[in-house]
């Protein structure tokens, strides 16, 4: 699975983002979807992800804040984020499952297909 994500950008501090994912794969909807985040000098972590049947998961530090979905005839999945906060300054990436049809996890090894990355940026 080809993945093509964006949106990113300079948000200020309580401000939002949405960024997109678009997927190549016709059969995009037999995937569990997830975004993925690495701040500078960090390791990439878990953000949040969807199964193909939309159950969610997300970190707790985002928890009510950001929210993940997707809409399969556009092979699309979205990360709404509100209430940034500068600690979410990173590059996002998305990604899909390692295999369709695969349960839905949170960590890399779930995932086997990754974005090129979206760099979102909260400063005043």
């Known amino acids: 699975v080809q993945l093509q994500a964006c949106g990113g950008g300079l948000v200020q501090p309580g401000g939002y983002l949405r960024l997109s994912c678009a997927a190549s794969d016709r059969t995009f909807s037999s995937y569990n979807m997830g975004w993925f985040r690495q701040a500078p000098g960090k390791e990439r972590e878990f953000v949040a992800a969807?199964?193909?049947?939309?159950?969610?998961y997300y970190t707790d530090s985002v928890k009510g804040r950001f929210t993940i979905s997707r809409v399969n005839a556009k092979n699309t999945v979205y990360l709404q984020m509100n209430s940034l906060k500068p600690e979410d300054t990173a590059v996002y990436y998305c990604a899909a499952g390692v295999r369709p049809y695969s349960v839905l996890g949170t960590t890399e090894a779930d995932f086997g297909s990754w974005g090129q990355g979206t760099l979102v940026t909260v400063s005043s």
């Open positions: 969807i199964s193909r049947y939309t159950s969610t």
